[in-house]
């Protein structure tokens, strides 16, 4: 495809810095002062309220499909209702409110609610509510944040994990003794206004929760100034939201901070209106999708690679999906996992046969403990994996560690800790006060750090093979998926303290059907074990192999995943994020298979 130019938006124009100090630390941060931030979220929502009380703030369908939501006045009065109701619960601090089920306005609502009236709310992994009699997570969370009440849209799916786990709750829901439709006619009081105005910076806002992959979740800290400053700093990026308010549709969970603090508060924040996808990038889900784009295009649009992958298969077959989709988009932005060089090229071409030019594709680099945005890559790349620089008022700290560049931030979006663990807290910050983000990068010009910066993996993933050989197991993992040329949204990579590497495939469907006449009529089993399958997954191994270099970088043997990734065992978030250790621990058992097999020729195995 021949490069034509990029859809023109008006955006940031940093003046990076650069710091090298005398221990070997380097410091990187953006000239200039932060723009001036609220004290409070509620304040944003107040002017707007003034300022456009009839624009439609968020959206969701309904029973008969049709989009119906609320304006920034209707959630002014529903949010101030639903207030008066939480402090008659005799809520606070310390008897926060938990949120069990997935998106909708009412569930963005009570979590705003809660916010105005200074009590905090915790968005719980709805999938902590399917797993079975233990609950053993559910627990962990209400031991640490002593929740006083529960919210839930619909009763019956979260019946059984309310009464094992919270059962002396009260539960406001759509269809409960706490009736959503009457807490919202509630009439707030001056209690209310009283309530809002003795919340400041420091109040806590929420609670979010890592995922608990490596054991219990932890409850991450989140005030108002993280919130309100974060907000500031992705306003100062995207400065065309300033006269073009957002428009986003949106499916990744809100109890994960990528949507449930960036995308939610950058929509409320600039005054702009978010359609809830009820999609989501899987083979069930993902027609939820198409269909919304074809009524909403999005000003800004956010996915996983998975699903920019899915979109572009339905797009070379919609062009009125096409069309939709590029008409009114500024910005593409893909975060969660590393994107394949095939995936950018393709929405590079689809964008030029639809619309005549490229958009914009950036990622970023952020965390729970950063409210989440601390990088962003604007500049126009050639292809993925550029994750940008440190925003506005946030100093990146990179500590030579192992051959790597440690990345250290500190700012005011970034947590003061982990509630109620102070060890914890303790633990996740240097003796300079920078948060410990346990993520290395790499410069994409050591002479002018504007240029950005590329993940360099998760430090404590990486390891050393029986030679001492470090393997730098980010960059492997981009690098082999990309060399599978679609048959793969993600690989694990295995072989610590062994002479040589294998990769796990997570193997994605739509392209693999395509490597076998009348594969769309397979089950994924069928599917994933095929030999036309395993042999295109051996040649294009082969192929990267033969160019790879030493032994960290060559694949020496390979098996497809058959079994589906688990929410539930933390090696894979409900956003589509693979955790390789994760992985690696629960499915030890079909490595040390995979070991067992004699080395030589690859070979492309099938694991259970």
């Not at 300033?242 to 600039?270: E, I």
């Not at 920078?434 to 240029?451: I, V």
């Not at 769309?520 to 395993?534: K, L, S, T, W, Y």
Request: charged content about 20%; aromatic content about 8%; proline content about 6%.
């Amino acid at each position: 495809m021949t490069k034509t130019g990029i859809r023109p938006v008006q955006l940031w124009q940093p003046e990076v810095r650069v710091d090298h100090r005398a221990d070997g630390s380097v410091l990187v941060w953006q000239a200039g002062d932060l723009p001036t931030y609220p004290d409070r979220l509620s304040d944003r929502i107040a002017h707007w309220v003034s300022a456009a009380p009839d624009r439609l703030w968020m959206a969701e369908r309904g029973a008969d499909g049709a989009w119906q939501g609320l304006t920034y006045s209707e959630l002014w009065q529903q949010m101030r209702a639903v207030g008066q109701v939480l402090l008659d619960l005799d809520l606070s601090v310390d008897r926060p409110l938990i949120i069990l089920s997935g998106n909708s306005v009412a569930h963005a609502v009570v979590a705003l609610a809660a916010q105005y009236v200074g009590i905090p709310s915790a968005a719980i992994a709805p999938a902590y509510s399917f797993v079975g009699a233990g609950y053993e997570k559910l627990r962990d969370i209400r031991a640490q944040i002593t929740p006083g009440a529960v919210f839930v849209d619909r009763m019956a799916p979260f019946a059984t994990a309310i009464a094992a786990v919270f059962p002396d709750l009260p539960v406001l829901s759509q269809d409960g003794a706490l009736r959503w439709s009457d807490i919202v006619q509630t009439v707030a009081t001056p209690a209310v206004d009283r309530a809002n105005a003795a919340t400041g910076p420091v109040t806590v806002a929420k609670f979010m929760f890592t995922s608990g992959t490596t054991g219990s979740p932890k409850a991450v800290i989140q005030t108002q100034r993280m919130l309100c400053a974060n907000q500031v700093m992705v306003a100062d990026c995207f400065q065309y939201f300033q006269s073009q308010p957002p428009v986003v549709l949106d499916w990744a969970p809100w109890n994960h901070v990528a949507s449930g603090s960036k995308v939610f508060n950058m929509v409320l924040y600039n005054g702009g209106t978010f359609y809830i996808d009820g999609g989501k990038p899987t083979a069930q889900h993902i027609g939820q999708t198409i269909a919304n784009l074809k009524s909403v295009s999005p000003t800004w649009y956010f996915n996983v690679p998975a699903g920019f992958d899915m979109l572009i298969e339905a797009m070379k077959a919609d062009r009125d999906l096409a069309e939709g989709f590029f008409r009114e988009v500024q910005v593409l932005m893909y975060a969660g996992a590393s994107m394949a060089a095939h995936t950018w090229a393709e929405l590079e071409e689809l964008a030029v046969q639809t619309v005549g030019h490229r958009i914009l594709m950036c990622s970023g680099l952020g965390a729970t403990e950063t409210a989440p945005a601390a990088l962003y890559s604007t500049l126009p790349q050639s292809g993925p994996g550029n994750i940008g620089i440190p925003v506005k008022g946030l100093t990146l700290k990179l500590v030579p560690t192992d051959g790597k560049w440690e990345a250290r931030v500190k700012g005011p979006s970034v947590t003061p800790g982990y509630w109620r663990n102070p060890d914890l807290t303790g633990q996740a910050f240097d003796d300079e006060g920078y948060y410990c983000l346990g993520d290395a990068l790499r410069w994409a010009d050591p002479q002018n750090a504007g240029a950005g910066f590329f993940f360099d993996g998760r430090v404590a993933e990486n390891f050393k093979m029986s030679t001492g050989t470090w393997v730098a197991v980010g960059a492997l993992r981009a690098a082999v998926t990309n060399a599978l040329a679609g048959l793969a949204r993600d690989v694990v990579i295995a072989g610590e303290g062994r002479g040589e590497l294998a990769a796990l495939i997570v193997p994605f469907r739509p392209a693999c059907e395509r490597v076998i006449a009348d594969g769309a009529a397979m089950p994924d089993e069928a599917v994933f074990d095929h030999p036309a399958v395993r042999a295109r997954l051996a040649e294009l191994l082969s192929d990267y192999n033969a160019g790879a270099g030493g032994a960290s970088l060559r694949i020496g043997r390979a098996a497809v995943l058959m079994r589906p990734l688990s929410i539930d065992l933390g090696e894979v978030t409900d956003k589509g994020s693979v955790n390789q250790r994760a992985v690696l621990r629960h499915r030890a058992d079909l490595v040390e298979a995979l070991y067992a097999t004699e080395g030589g020729n690859l070979v492309v195995t099938s694991a259970g």
